[in-house]
């Protein structure tokens, strides 16, 4: 089972998007992104709330509830 790092590296990268872009139109730092995807950090709800909407998956599949 992916984590949600995982998943949202993956998803960015189906999508075609860079680490920085997905960070400008998340409003998130690129650092901040990028420990997400490695797992150093968990982003608190709101945020996967906006890198749901970004990437256009229902947060259920960012977090496996589906």
Do not use: C, F, H
């Not at 998803?11 to 860079?18: D, P, Y």
């Not at 998130?28 to 906006?50: A, H, M, S, W």
């Amino acid at each position: 089972m992916a984590t949600i790092g995982e998943n949202i590296r993956s998803i960015r990268e189906e999508r075609g998007l860079s680490l920085e872009e997905l960070a400008t139109k998340t409003r998130v730092g690129k650092d901040t992104i990028e420990k997400y995807e490695v797992g150093e950090k968990v982003p608190n709800n709101q945020t996967i709330l906006k890198l749901s909407t970004v990437l256009d998956v229902p947060a259920s599949v960012l977090l496996n509830e589906d």
